[in-house]
């Protein structure tokens, strides 16, 4: 009888602990997968990979900016007021084709979207690339699936449960800016070195300046060295990568006729364009092939619209970025008066033309005054 009273003791106090177990991890949800929370109301998860299916599920709005770091400070509200719609940013930093058709497939299932304004990131659809090594597929593939059930099993690692079970003054809630929650614009890492590429030599230590001055390098020194790549199979190159778009964009295109789409290239700096057009002249063929081939799908698909900038002289003024990428803030807010008012549509009438403009910045641009500040570094 002891031994009766011991075990449904156990099995009591343990089915106890485990509902209390989950029930607080269902009152916190700090991604929001079960309800909007009832703590923390104002605070949206830092990695977007993960906290998009809540905000899908759970918040109002019919529209999304959805690139990488290139849209990350685009305004929701003024994409709103310029466009229409009721617009969310939930851009994903570094993310490609594949990784942003897991969550689209799955937006789609909860919404009807009547605006998709997106980054044309010509490094994905080159490289066909399938996950980020920095975010692994494992880690939040999942919350995309069509079984609810798993979505618990986020919740299960030290970061999550040290922010789950701390209570009190030591459970701390962040202000999120619902407008552009990754925005980075503002930090001042990032900020300092706008302005110049003075700037980047006063910031040579970090890692993105690193990075673009070890490009700036190399190109001249493939250019010296006459290292050019080569062009050979280039055709298939073209194809894996009209491929790569088809599957994981352009069929959400074709599948949602009412939903409006904004591809948009982001205008890299033209330092990063003439290294591309020097000494990586497959990549810069395959690019234009692709996007050529985009443009012409846009006279199929009404609903798809395509973008870009390259040939206008905001790329040339090198203190518009922080590093051979990135461009300022003020970029993204102007981006979205463009799409209102047509500036930069592609079709096929004036492809050529764009193309042959912004090939020829790209050839003209000098990269030798840069090579000369830097020359002498070290790593």
């Known amino acids: 009888m002891q031994r009766k009273k011991f075990v449904f003791i156990f099995f009591g106090f343990s089915f106890f602990m485990i509902f209390a177990f989950l029930s607080i991890i269902w009152y916190r949800d700090p991604l929001h997968l079960y309800h909007k929370p009832y703590s923390c109301k104002n605070e949206i998860w830092d990695n977007m990979r993960l906290a998009s299916a809540g905000l899908i599920k759970h918040y109002d709005f019919d529209s999304i900016i959805f690139g990488t770091s290139m849209l990350e400070n685009s305004s929701a509200t003024e994409a709103s007021a310029n466009l229409g719609g009721k617009f969310m940013n939930l851009s994903l930093s570094s993310s490609d084709f594949y990784e942003r058709a897991l969550i689209l497939d799955f937006a789609f299932k909860h919404k009807n979207f009547k605006k998709i304004i997106y980054s044309l990131d010509a490094n994905k659809f080159l490289e066909q690339q399938k996950g980020n090594p920095n975010y692994a597929l494992s880690e939040f593939k999942f919350l995309y699936d069509k079984n609810p059930f798993n979505d618990i099993k986020v919740y299960f690692t030290d970061e999550f449960l040290k922010k789950i079970f701390k209570f009190g ?145 905001y790329p040339d003024n090198i203190a518009n970025y922080k590093d051979l990428t990135h461009y300022s803030h003020k970029f993204n ?47």
């Open 333 to 379: 807010s102007q981006m979205l008066l463009y799409l209102k008012d047509g500036t930069g549509l592609l079709t096929p009438q004036n492809f050529d033309k764009y193309y042959a403009k912004f090939e020829q910045k790209s050839r003209e641009f000098d990269l030798m005054p840069y090579y000369e500040k830097i020359k002498d570094l070290t790593e």
């Open 169 to 313: 003054k030591k459970y701390q809630c962040k202000n999120s800016n619902f407008d552009r929650p990754k925005a980075w614009f503002k930090s001042k890492a990032h900020s300092v070195r706008f302005g110049g590429f003075e700037n980047w030599l006063k910031y040579k230590d970090n890692w993105q300046i690193k990075n673009s001055f070890k490009d700036i390098k190399n190109a001249v020194s493939k250019i010296n060295n006459n290292k050019i790549q080569s062009l050979e199979n280039l055709d298939e190159q073209i194809l894996k990568s009209k491929q790569y778009v088809d599957e994981y964009l352009l069929k959400f295109v074709s599948q949602n006729p009412k939903t409006e789409f904004y591809l948009v290239l982001p205008p890299y700096s033209r330092l990063h364009n003439a290294i591309e057009f020097h000494t990586k002249k497959r990549d810069f063929l395959v690019t234009k092939e692709v996007l050529r081939y985009l443009v012409e799908q846009s006279q199929i698909y009404k609903n798809l619209k395509i973008y870009a900038w390259g040939d206008t002289d």
